[in-house]
């Protein structure tokens, strides 16, 4: 553990260094213009440091939330530092701050990298769209594969404060078609742009919102989530029925493990992260629209989904069924336990205490989400969702050792990741006590004095007392299967025994 605990704070530090390392307005000024000498404070109308050489002007930084502050995915402006040169062209491009959660969970470094170098060289007097086919007067850059929202918002963002600040600063906005343009209707044509391909909540417009767009183009795969969700549905309405056939059961819950890490993880990108915890609090003490939430369907009606089923059966509906890393994580576990390898528990004492790490680590990023959310969201990298699910192992360093480890320990530990560490896991524990039912059933002789369930259950959630402990339990139906089974009960098959004799003693006395 003590290696463990280490490696997770260099995993920490390694995510919290580049942040700070980044966001020097100075270290950028000579990155943007690497003749610069000197950087003015930031000043004027809008807002811009002038960068100079020998006294002579270079051109400009700015910030982009100073000037075009367009609410992204997460509902807060992305910030980005931007060089723009005294004639008018962008030498460089940064992103300093975002609380974009996809931009944690489902962007790599390289896409964004390369999202905003496209910038780079692009002239003020020109018109920047993403995608499609090319159209005289724009510059098409590729979009950002999975954030497409996000894309659209920064380059609105860019585009609106350079062209504002070209205005401002006396930098021709004409087009070099040699047609005149006045600067300000070249800034209204950027207005006019962003407001043609905004989300429709951006501005209150009463046309189609920008989200019901994507729903449409996503309803394939909206429709393939509500049926799984549905059979789900049925497998949880029938878990008894199920319970007493535990070979279908398996069958049942291994395929739908499979789907779940093939199709909602690895296809769809559809992982729940506990920074869309922390962002729905943030939006619910700052500025809360359920359209933000909207923009992404899959991870909206999972978490939809989510809700709803924590109030009638606790955490273990999404942690059992529907997480691709905890899938995973359970596939490669049966898949050890089928190849012989012998699985290692801690002992109780030691198992309760480490339950506990889980809610310290949410507390923790909790604590840093109400001071930044960008913070929170660098921290959440303890979640190894964007290294193994979102970035299909594609990552160096650090992120990649640390998700193979964790996967290394499902193999000996059972879901050591979901019972000791995971945050999004303890952010849907805490609700767990407030569900309506208990579905699971318990005999009286449950823990006193046996103690099958509590050893085969696959997290540990059974006290040597016999109770369930709802916030642990991941709901997969072992401890039901074994309820049912009279030849695994011990007071049931108790009673069939009783029933055999009895049957045999009268087949004995009718002979
Ligand atoms: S504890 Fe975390 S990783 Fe494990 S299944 Fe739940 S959400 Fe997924
Ligand atoms: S064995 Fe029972 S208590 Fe343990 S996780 Fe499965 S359903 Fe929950």
């Known amino acids: 553990m003590p290696v463990f605990a280490y490696l997770l704070l260099l995993l920490m530090l390694q995510v919290w260094q580049p942040l700070h390392a980044a966001t020097t307005v100075d270290a950028l000024a000579r990155q943007y213009f690497p003749q610069a000498d000197s950087v003015s ?3 004027g109308d809008p807002l811009a440091a002038a960068v100079y050489r020998q006294g002579k002007l270079l051109g400009y930084l700015l910030r982009t939330t100073d000037i075009a502050p367009i609410p992204a995915y997460s ?15 962008i030498s460089g491009l940064e992103v300093t701050r975002h609380s974009e959660p996809i931009l944690v969970v489902g962007v790599s470094e390289q ?9 780079r060289g692009v002239s003020v007097q020109k018109q920047v769209k993403i995608g ?4 005289e007067g724009y510059v098409t ?29 006396g930098i021709p906005l004409s087009g070099d078609s040699g047609m005149l343009v006045p600067a300000t209707a070249a800034v209204a044509q950027a207005d006019a742009e962003v407001a043609a391909n905004a989300p429709a909540w951006w501005f209150g417009s009463s046309s189609e919102p920008f989200w019901v767009s994507v729903w449409r183009e996503r309803v394939w795969q909206i429709a393939v989530l509500s049926c799984a969700l549905a059979v789900l549905t049925v497998i949880l309405l029938f878990q008894d029925w199920l319970a007493r056939r535990p070979r279908l059961l398996r069958v049942v819950r291994t395929g739908f493990l499979l789907f779940t890490f093939c199709f909602i993880g690895w296809y769809a990108l559809a992982q729940l992260s506990v920074i869309h915890v922390l962002t729905f609090i943030n939006a619910l003490l700052h500025q809360f629209s359920w359209e933000s939430f909207l923009v992404d369907p899959l991870i909206f009606i999972l978490w939809g989904f989510v809700a709803l089923t924590l109030l009638l059966w606790g955490r273990g509906v999404y942690c059992g069924w529907l997480c691709p890393f905890g899938a995973l994580q359970e596939l490669i576990h049966q898949l050890a336990q089928r190849l012989g390898i012998r ?14 790490l889980k809610y310290v680590i949410f507390v923790a990023l909790f604590g840093l989400s109400l001071q930044s959310i960008g913070y929170a969201a660098k921290a959440a990298e303890v979640e190894p969702f964007k290294t193994v699910i979102v970035m299909h192992f594609i990552r160096d360093g650090l992120f990649l050792w640390y998700a193979a480890g964790l996967l290394l320990l499902a193999i000996f530990n059972r879901k050591f990741f979901c019972k000791y560490l995971c945050p999004l896991g303890a952010a849907l524990a805490i609700p767990a006590p407030l569900r309506i039912f208990d579905w699971l059933r318990r005999r009286k002789e449950c823990g006193r004095p046996c103690q099958i369930c509590a050893i085969q259950c696959e997290v540990q959630a059974i006290r040597p007392t016999g109770e369930i402990n709802p916030n642990e339990c991941h709901y997969c139906l072992d401890c039901q299967v074994t309820y049912w089974d009279d030849h695994h009960c011990p007071p049931l098959s108790e009673k069939r ?15």
Request: net charge positive; aromatic share 6%.
């Open 343 to 356: 699985e290692y528990r801690f002992p109780d004492v030691v198992h309760e205490r480490l339950t506990a």
């Open 75 to 89: 509902g807060e402006p992305i910030t980005l530092l931007v060089g723009l040169d005294s004639a008018g062209i």
């Open 497 to 511: 025994i009783r029933r055999e004799k009895s049957r045999a003693a009268l087949e004995l006395i009718n002979k």
């Open 111 to 119: 896409d964004l990298r390369h999202y905003v170098d496209q910038y």
């Open 41 to 43: 404070p930031f000043e």
């Open 141 to 169: 850059i590729d979009g950002i594969s999975g954030a497409s929202i996000t894309a659209m918002v920064m380059n609105a963002t860019v585009m609106k404060a350079v062209k504002k600040v070209a205005e401002s600063r």
């Open 132 to 135: 499609g086919a090319p159209r």
